[in-house]
């Protein structure tokens, strides 16, 4: 997502981030992406997610908890 709207100056960005206002939505990242989408490029100061996370339209998720019956009978479900 982050990465097809680019930086805070783009438009697409921008869009993103009213639709998000507007809507009252907070998209939530799972770690490993939001992983992948912070890169150690030292020409970025700073990811357009954590700009997003910062202005509370975006958030890391906690991980999940595997010994929660629930989430481990999701996740074997998920993997059939």
């Known amino acids: 997502m982050f990465v097809a709207v680019g930086q805070p100056s783009n438009s697409r960005y ?3 981030r009213r639709f998000a206002r507007r809507n009252e939505v907070v ?3 799972p770690k490993r992406v939001y992983d992948e ?3 150690s490029d030292p020409n970025i100061e700073t ?3 954590d700009t997003a996370i910062d202005d509370g339209w975006a958030t890391v998720a906690e991980p999940l908890d595997f010994s929660d019956p629930i989430v481990s009978r999701t996740m074997d479900s998920v993997q059939r």
């Open 27 to 29: 998209f939530v990242l």
């Open 14 to 16: 921008r869009a993103l």
């Open 47 to 49: 990811p357009p997610v």
């Open 37 to 39: 989408l912070t890169p």
